[in-house]
């Protein structure tokens, strides 16, 4: 399968031969929205915890006499039934909300998500992408001499002078090819890869 490859000055000037199994598979939805929950789950953290029956502070009295005064019987106030009671089933910190994802389902999605990006032509390939400065400018002119404005960029050569010439912009977002992930891939409306990405998730994912 080949890929336009973009120059620094916008242009498709010649091609990149890239795998089949990476950039030509059948988009599967139900994998993809499988994997981008899993993503999310997995990052997600117990933040939140609440008492139980023995936790909550409460008298240890009866509160009434179990006969007699027409209401229900009753023992503590630290019932879940009260107001100020326990909670019967409380978050904890500790609860886990990871989903397992296997490596072959992993990979499968991955392919299919840069697969419909090629299709879709969200995907560009550009030689490299370097800045010379750590200067926000710089990285604006680059985007926009390829005729973006918001992407997100994967590259196999992440210095600091990107890192930092980068940062600044809330609409685009640098990783290396490892760093990838199946949410990131979906949330940005055009995806630029330099050419040694490319190669390099062929590598991990082939």
């Known amino acids: 399968m080949e890929l336009k490859l973009i120059d620094e000055q916008g242009q498709a000037g010649?091609?990149?031969?890239?795998?089949?199994?990476?950039?030509?598979?059948d988009y599967n939805e139900s994998l993809v929205h499988?994997?981008?929950?899993?993503?999310?789950?997995?990052?997600?953290?117990?933040n939140s915890a609440q008492l139980t029956r023995s936790e909550v502070r409460h008298s240890t009295k009866?509160?009434?006499?179990?006969k007699g005064t027409g209401r229900a019987r009753i023992g503590t106030t630290?019932?879940?039934?009260?107001?100020?009671?326990?909670?019967?089933?409380?978050?904890s910190p500790d609860e886990n909300f990871s989903h397992k994802v296997n490596r072959k389902m992993y990979r499968a999605g991955i392919a299919a998500i840069l697969s419909q990006l090629a299709r879709e032509d969200r995907l560009t390939v550009v030689e490299?992408?370097?800045?010379?400065?750590p200067k926000t400018r710089l990285v604006v002119q680059k985007l926009k001499s390829l005729g973006v404005d918001s992407a997100l960029l994967v590259t196999d050569d992440l210095n600091d002078n990107l890192m930092l010439a980068s940062r600044n912009l809330p609409n685009v977002l640098v990783l290396e090819p490892k760093q990838a992930d199946p949410l990131s891939l979906?949330?940005?409306?055009?995806?630029?890869?330099?050419?040694?990405?490319?190669?390099?998730?062929?590598?991990?994912?082939?």
């Open 186 to 206: 979906i949330r940005f409306p055009r995806v630029v890869m330099t050419r040694g990405a490319v190669a390099k998730l062929e590598e991990l994912l082939g």
């Open 128 to 133: 490299n992408f370097t800045v010379e400065a």
């Open 14 to 25: 010649t091609t990149v031969s890239v795998s089949d199994g990476l950039f030509g598979r």
């Open 78 to 91: 630290a019932s879940p039934l009260w107001r100020s009671g326990g909670r019967a089933f409380p978050n």
């Open 62 to 66: 009866k509160p009434w006499k179990q």
């Open 34 to 46: 499988q994997l981008v929950v899993a993503y999310q789950a997995n990052a997600r953290a117990g």
